[in-house]
């Protein structure tokens, strides 16, 4: 009887944000150790189609990036990175739109539609879905104060986002589940991190919301204490400070652009978490640090 009265308890608390956000979009990154866990890989699923089933309309942008390290070891090619981006060159490029258009993006399909949802595999390819342009990164070498230019390869970031693709998905019920990997305006393909992947649809498509799902609870302060709720011009100081470092500058980043461009807030919450993002959603405590514009 306890368990059916905190269920009964839940779902009217649930109730006023089904309401308000039946027929909005929220855009979900997908990534971290929740996607190599089947237990939670289900549970996700679940997650989405129950949003579905409620009148949201979610589109999934996944990582990959262990299942890319494995293949790539399997094939005895060393991986490096720069600023976190791995350096991608032609045949690391092949592996990258195998691992990702292929067997990650058709896993994380299968397990929607295994409990009842419509989804639909693409990648930023399809439908010229993300065109994308070749990310340049530079160092300054502390003592001479040159600047030189490091090559990563194949490494994109998004030049344009085709909403049109997700809109006509959209009309027909289906869940897009999309790979982060572009084409250049002369037919190159490039490796897109997830995360900037996911900012930059959410922006185009005029999501109201932007879930980055990944292994950390959301931004800690120097204490350890979860940030439940950070507004988009408090991050330069507490990027200053120390608060944000590290892997979390640009995941925080992102979450900031897309809310400068229309996104309403966006979140980093822990993806190992069971129903985290439900949490987030239709519980007044929520779920993870809440971005939010300036006001």
């Known amino acids: 009887m306890m368990d059916s009265l905190t269920t009964a308890r839940t779902l009217v608390e649930a109730l006023p944000y089904m309401r308000k956000f039946a027929?909005?979009?929220?855009v979900i990154k997908f990534g971290g150790h929740a996607m190599e866990s089947p237990e939670l890989s289900t549970l996700f699923a679940r997650d989405v189609v129950l949003l579905k089933q409620i009148g949201i309309n979610p589109v999934i942008v996944h990582g990959g990036g262990p299942q890319i390290g494995a293949i790539l070891k399997k094939l005895n090619v060393e991986s490096s990175y720069v600023d976190g981006l791995?350096?991608?060159?032609?045949?690391t490029v092949k592996v990258v739109e195998m691992v990702l258009a292929g067997s990650v993006n058709k896993e994380i399909v299968k397990n929607i539609n295994q409990v009842g949802g419509n989804a639909i595999g693409l990648c930023g390819k399809d439908g010229n879905l993300i065109?994308?342009?070749?990310v340049v990164k530079t160092r300054i070498d502390a003592e001479t104060g040159e600047e030189t230019e490091?090559?990563?390869g194949f490494v994109g970031e998004p030049e344009f986002i085709n909403p049109r693709v997700l809109t006509a998905l959209e009309t027909t019920g289906m869940i897009p589940v999309i790979a982060p990997v572009g084409m250049g305006a002369d037919g190159e393909t490039y490796n897109i991190n997830?995360?900037?992947?996911a900012g930059a649809i959410a922006s185009a498509i005029g999501a109201t919301r932007l879930y980055m799902l990944t292994d950390v609870a959301g931004v800690l302060d120097k204490e350890g204490t979860l940030l439940t709720a950070i507004k988009a011009d408090e991050v330069p100081d507490l990027i200053k400070d120390g608060t944000i470092s590290g892997g979390m500058i640009p995941k925080v980043q992102t979450c900031v652009d897309a809310v400068n461009h229309g996104v309403r807030a966006a979140t980093i919450m822990d993806g190992r978490k069971e129903h985290a993002m439900l949490l987030e959603v239709f519980t007044e405590t929520g779920a993870g640090t809440w971005i939010r514009p300036a006001e």
Not at 86 to 91: A, C, F, K, L
Not at 131 to 134: E, N, V, W
């Open 194 to 197: 997830a995360d900037t992947a």
């Open 86 to 91: 791995r350096v991608t060159d032609s045949e």
């Open 150 to 152: 490091i090559d990563l």
């Open 131 to 134: 065109r994308a342009s070749k």
């Open 23 to 26: 027929g909005h979009t929220f």
